[in-house]
């Protein structure tokens, strides 16, 4: 039995509507997936932006001269160095007991991670090291710090590290540094033993 024209009329309205409505929910599912993508994109790029921008501006770097030290008389090699270390310009506070520090020279001497002595600098300062598995670094000195005491290098303050020198570190030997902070670049900085050494020298 044919419909009448108006039931018919009604009936294809009603496809329609159901049809745009589907068009709206798939537009509005793939619009939801692309702001979402959209979104993760930019915060990662976001996160990114701020770890480079932390590792770029939490590097330290040597202020002044480095000084070698000699113990004893006639010495024939150095018992260790003080470098003057500060952050670079725009740094944040660095904690430096999670600094590592890695040494070697043309004389064969090598340690890899030089440990810290936090508890203070005498067995640095007074007595050499035995073999380059025995030097140990610790804050000799620190200037301008900035309130209370603690492990953070913050900016404008100098700290004085000094670092104990391997048997290795003989006249006209070349030492290396690498001071790899927690967070940041690596700062190195390479020096040559004096042909003739006094009990303290600069080294260039």
């Not at 049809?19 to 930019?42: C, D, E, M, N, R």
């Not at 725009?90 to 020279?105: A, E, K, N, R």
């Not at 002595?117 to 380059?132: E, F, K, Q, Y």
Request: proline share 5%.
């Amino acid at each position: 039995m044919k419909l009448p024209q108006s039931v018919e009329t009604a009936f294809t309205g009603l496809e329609a509507a159901i049809v745009l409505i589907a068009f709206v929910v798939v537009a509005a599912v793939f619009s939801y997936v692309v702001l979402g993508a959209g979104f993760y994109t930019t915060q990662t790029a976001q996160a990114t932006v701020h770890t480079g921008v932390a590792q770029a501006s939490s590097s330290v770097e040597i202020a002044g001269n480095v000084m070698g030290v000699a113990l004893g008389a006639n010495p024939s090699r150095l018992s260790y160095i003080n470098a003057s270390i500060m952050l670079m310009a725009g740094g944040t506070p660095m904690d430096l007991t999670q600094m590592v520090i890695s040494y070697s020279d043309t004389g064969g001497g090598r340690n890899a991670s030089i440990n810290m002595t936090p508890s203070g600098c005498d067995s640095i300062l007074s007595v050499n090291a035995d073999t380059d598995k025995d030097i140990r670094w610790c804050v000799s000195q620190r200037i301008n710090e900035v309130g209370t005491s603690n492990n953070l290098l913050e900016p404008n303050e100098i700290w004085i590290i000094s670092i104990g020198m391997p048997p290795s570190a003989t006249v006209n030997q070349k030492i290396t540094f690498n001071l790899q902070p927690a967070v940041g670049a690596v700062s190195s900085f390479s020096k040559t033993v004096p042909g003739a050494l006094s009990r303290i020298q600069p080294l260039y």
